[in-house]
């Protein structure tokens, strides 16, 4: 057996799976690379390791399982930064699938792309959930739909994986000649390669975490996760990477990061969302449904978030309902079904706000924030669609880093306490000694006391 010719398996014309194993062995490494497209060929520092076959060119796709040496990149011949610069781009796909926050983030690429190529097709892979966020952008040509939750569906794995079949032909079919890749995983990678554009860009490789030792206590507050570049091997997919000078930086700036190489402008970021008439229309259906009157001023609460150390408590987010139902405002708490019970619990500690938790989509949420005076947020994707509209809002902040990923250039926004452990970057409650002390400490009346000041600013 030659020991250049790695196992594969080939997806033919008619969906069938045959698998062809030239070699038993498989290294960690290679089930980190994710599929090949055809076309593409990857080598070692000596040697030709892989090329597609004959049948995979013409009809399919492989994935190699068993590889001799480490792969530098997978990369087409290109002529350096100057080259992309003055390069004409017809054909651009966006990759940034999820989640809602990162999405909001990328939204300042979108612009600058279409300002640098106004007559280009520029779509966007996103998931079904978050594409409302984006269809209506004027920058914006198609959304592509990749219906990611389906593969956790009891029996609809099967027609996830037809369907997902089906959307790399459709990429395929596309022919762009661009791809960013925004997300940096062995799926969005995966997307990029079976485009068989000339040009993808991606993060580079992970850099190292500088470690942080608090003074006030023996625990290492040495975050075990969090961005750090292009993960799972990735970055071989990439044409061309994106440096990673620091992570001392804001998602969008980092983000940004892109625009040199393709020449984009430094115009300030726009984080403009744009939503249909449809979805302005159902959210205020909704709060008319809740007897919630069109004149009425409106303060949106939500108190969901995906990490549990994200979480402020019931009590404080009880505390501001009641303290802005006093006042005359009414009060809808907002959230995915995820959120209902502590929406529930909190509406049952503040008589008269309205809970409108299960019944909203990303875009439905972002209309009730537009139509409200003031939001009131953990750190949560709902905090960077009222950054994005220009809301006045409120977010409070304990384990993450507000300079990193808090509401873009509005400081004053964030609501923390100043804790020698904080930020921790820790996602579960059972990771923290202080009893989530960063998140109880912060009060109702500190929020409130916030709101007011920010509500008096904007008027």
Not at 173 to 201: C, E, N, P, T, W
Not at 286 to 299: G, I, M, N, Q
Request: charged content about 25%; aromatic content about 6%; hydrophobic content about 40%.
């Amino acid at each position: 057996m030659d020991e250049k010719t790695p196992g594969r398996i080939l997806k033919s014309e008619t969906g069938r799976l045959i698998a062809s194993l030239s070699r038993t062995v498989a290294t960690p490494l290679c089930r980190r690379v994710g599929w090949i497209t055809r076309g593409v060929r990857l080598y070692t520092e000596r040697w030709l390791l892989w090329a597609p076959s004959r049948l995979a060119r013409v009809s399919g796709f492989e994935l190699p399982l068993a590889m001799n040496g480490q792969i530098q990149n997978a990369r087409i011949k290109n002529g350096g930064t100057s080259a992309l610069q003055s390069a004409g781009f017809s054909r651009i796909l966006l990759i940034k699938p999820s989640a809602l926050g990162d999405v909001v983030h990328t939204i300042p690429v979108l612009v600058k792309l279409r300002a640098r190529y106004p007559r280009a097709r520029i779509d966007w892979l996103i998931t079904p959930e978050n594409a409302e966020i984006v269809r209506c952008h004027p920058a914006l040509s198609n959304v592509v739909l990749f219906a990611r939750r389906d593969f956790s569906k009891r029996g609809r794995r099967w027609r996830a994986m037809v369907a997902f079949f089906d959307l790399l032909k459709q990429i395929r079919r596309a022919k762009y000649d661009l791809v960013i890749d925004m997300h940096g995983q062995m799926r969005s990678a995966l997307f990029a390669l079976v485009s068989g554009a000339r040009v993808r860009i991606g993060f580079d490789r992970p850099i190292k975490r500088a470690l942080t030792v608090s003074a006030e206590h023996d625990l290492k507050n040495v975050p075990s996760h969090g961005w750090r570049g292009a993960r799972e091997g990735s970055w071989i997919a990439y044409t061309h990477r994106i440096p990673i000078p620091t992570l001392d930086v804001h998602a969008i700036d980092r983000y940004l990061w892109v625009a040199p190489l393709l020449g984009l402008d430094d115009d300030p970021p726009d984080l403009t969302i744009h939503l249909s008439s449809e979805t302005t229309f159902k959210a205020r259906r909704l709060l008319e449904e809740h007897r919630v009157a069109a004149s009425k001023p409106l303060v949106v609460l939500v108190p969901g978030t995906i990490w549990e150390t994200k979480h402020w408590t019931i009590e404080g987010f009880a505390g501001v309902a009641r303290a802005f139902l006093h006042d005359g405002f009414a009060v809808a708490l907002a959230g995915t079904k995820r959120d209902q019970q502590r929406c529930r619990q909190i509406a049952a500690a503040a008589p008269g706000a309205c809970d409108l938790s299960g019944k909203t989509t990303p875009a439905e949420l972002a209309a009730l924030i537009q139509r409200a005076e003031v939001a009131v947020t953990n750190d949560s994707g709902s905090m960077h669609l009222a950054a994005s509209l220009g809301k006045p809002m409120v977010s409070i902040f304990g384990p993450t880093n507000p300079v990193h990923i808090g509401p873009y250039q509005r400081p004053e926004s964030v609501v923390r306490v100043d804790l020698p452990c904080s930020p921790c970057n820790y996602r579960r409650l059972s990771q923290c000694p202080f009893d989530h002390a960063c998140m109880k400490q912060v009060t109702s009346t500190m929020v409130v006391e916030r709101v007011h000041k920010i509500l008096a600013t904007t008027k």
